[in-house]
C-alpha cells in the first residue's frame, strides 16, 4: 500500500539531441533520509558525451491515507542513518558518483502580482491515479511561452516543486513572471493556493 511521488524535479542541458540520435540514460539514487530520498540522472549521447543531467526527489506514501510514510519502514532502513531523528536533515549519502547541477531549491511565489491564465483539467491530463500527471503540470507551463522564443532559445534549466494532486475538472490558474533576464517563476493555482512551483532559463 506504498506508492513513490515525485516532490522535486530539476533538469539541466549542456546541449540537446539530434532527432533520432540513441542516448544512454544513466541513474543513481544519490541520498536517503527519513522521508525523501534524491535520485540523479545523466544524459549520454552516442559518443558518450553528457549533454544533460536532472535530479529528482521522491517520497513515499500511503496510498489510502496518502500520508508520507517513513523510508526506514518502507524498507530502505538499511539506508537511513538514524531511524530516530526528528527530521529528513540527517541523510545518508548513498554513492560518490557526481551530479554536477544544483539541486531543487526555493522558488518564488508569483501569483499575488501576476495576471492569472485559466486551465480546467480535462481527461487527457490524468495519469493512472486520476490525478494531474506530472508532465502535464510542466507542458501547461511551457505553454504561456510564445513559439517564437521556442524558435530562437532553448531550455537550459527547468525545475518544478510538486506541492497537491490536480484532479479532474479542478479550475487552475497558471501565472508566470520574469525573476532575471531569461529566468521565469511560474505556478498553477486552484482557488488562489499553488499546486505546484515552476522557474525555467532560457538560453
Known amino acids: 500500500h506504498t506508492a513513490w ?12 539531441p539530434a532527432m533520432s540520435e540513441p542516448i544512454t540514460l ?11 530520498t534524491s535520485r540523479c540522472f545523466e544524459l ?12 529528482s526527489i521522491w517520497a513515499a506514501i500511503d496510498v489510502e491515507t496518502r500520508r508520507p510514510t517513513l523510508l ?33 531549491g526555493k522558488i518564488a511565489a508569483v501569483e499575488q502580482d501576476t495576471e492569472g491564465f485559466p486551465y480546467i483539467i480535462k ?23 510564445d513559439l517564437d522564443l521556442f524558435k530562437t532559445k532553448d531550455i537550459k534549466r527547468f525545475e518544478i516543486a510538486y506541492q497537491s494532486e490536480g484532479k479532474y475538472g479542478m479550475e487552475l490558474m497558471l501565472h508566470k513572471k520574469e ?10 493555482c486552484n482557488e488562489g493556493k499553488a499546486i505546484c512551483r515552476a522557474a525555467v532559463t532560457w538560453k
Open 5 to 16: 511521488v515525485l516532490s522535486r524535479l530539476a533538469i539541466e542541458m549542456i546541449e540537446y
Open 179 to 188: 525573476a532575471d533576464s531569461g529566468k521565469y517563476d511560474m505556478a498553477i
Open 44 to 55: 549520454v549521447d552516442a559518443g558518450g558525451k553528457t549533454f544533460g543531467y536532472a535530479r
Open 72 to 104: 526506514d519502514v518502507a524498507g530502505l532502513s538499511a539506508y537511513v542513518t538514524d531511524s530516530s531523528a526528528a527530521s529528513d536533515v540527517y541523510k545518508r549519502q548513498v554513492t560518490d558518483r557526481p551530479c554536477p547541477i544544483e539541486k531543487p
Open 123 to 145: 481527461y487527457s491530463d490524468l495519469d493512472i491515479n486520476g490525478h494531474l500527471n506530472s508532465i502535464k503540470y510542466m507542458e501547461h507551463l511551457l505553454d504561456l511561452f
Open 26 to 36: 544513466y541513474t543513481w539514487v544519490d541520498e536517503v533520509g527519513r522521508l525523501f
